[in-house]
């Protein structure tokens, strides 16, 4: 197998969120499946294979490299294991394909994995050379430099600035528009020279000036937005009773989507006004947002520091209560 690397960040909160006895005080009913929507290499299936002990693991991705590795790894798994290549707004359709209604736990990890990110070719990087891509599957959709052909500056400013909170917007895009590059290389050239001096002192040394705007670019080219959006739609729904979702952000604007997804979801339904309903008959939201869970999860100390990738993820976790 080549060398598929990827280190899973918040692995043992994971195994906790989706683990752990419920705090709920009803009998938890069991389908035995565990749903990764985001196999990529199956650091999280794995571990997650350990504690839930599954009877069936339905692992999702949209890239079929990711697969191919996970493949591998899982091929001594203890239980049965359905592999879909697809992307995960596509749950309702794949998970009817194969029979399956309601499963015990869900994880998201969301975004690239650290395979993409070092494979140059795929062209996610600005810190090595490779074509302007960015797709995580290439079998679909256009990429990211048949995109920016399209774009007029007006455009591109708006993705930069609601996809990647880019300050220097406007600037970046002029430019790239104005130079079309034709690489990776070029694009990150580009943008450096275009941000504003102010911008570059502001980001140190630390952070590449280009980060921002390929966060933007290739949430664009992944659709990333729709496809969370979509999968905070479907995902509770398939839901046994007692059952978790996990989903782990890497950035707030993902975040932000996650926390008031789930939040509309705890809400319990309106009643109509006047009408006299004892507090038990009031209907209840079918979900909540496990107690220990309230805040989110971040990586501890120790995890930040060995895992770089973990500084900025947080877990958020929802549990069915109502079937
Ligand atoms: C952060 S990595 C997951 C790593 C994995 N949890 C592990 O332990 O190795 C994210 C993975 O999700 C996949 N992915 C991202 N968005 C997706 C989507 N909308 N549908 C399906 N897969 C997606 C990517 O291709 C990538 O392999």
Known sequence: MSTFSHSPVLVDAVCEALSDPLDVDRPRASSGILLDLTCGGAGHTRALLRVLQPKTVVAFDRDA????AARERLK???????????????????????????VDAILADLGVSSHQIDTG???????????????MDPSRGQPLAARLAELSTEQLTRILRDFGEEPDARR?????????????SELASVVTEAMSARQRRHLGARIHPATKTFQALRIMVNSEFDE?????????????????????SFHSLEDRRVKRAFRSLCENPALPHGVPIPDHERPKAPFRIAKTFRKGRMATD??????????SAKLRVLERVEA
Do not use: K, W, Y
Request: glycine content about 6%; some cysteine; aromatic content about 4%.
């Open 121 to 135: 070719e795929r062209g996610f990087s600005f810190r090595s050379n490779g074509p302007l891509d960015m797709r």
């Open 302 to 311: 120790e995890e930040r520091a060995s895992n770089p990738r973990s500084r």
């Open 172 to 184: 970046i895009a002029s430019a790239i528009v104005a130079q079309r590059p034709t690489d990776t």
């Open 228 to 248: 969370l959006d979509t999968m905070l739609r479907d995902a509770p729904e398939r839901l046994q009773l007692g059952g978790r979702l996990a989903i782990i």
């Open 76 to 102: 001594d798994a203890p239980c049965e294991v359905i592999f879909v290549h697809a992307p995960f707004s596509e749950m309702h359709r794949e998970l009817d394909a194969i029979g399956i209604s309601h």
């Open 65 to 68: 490299r990711a697969l191919t």
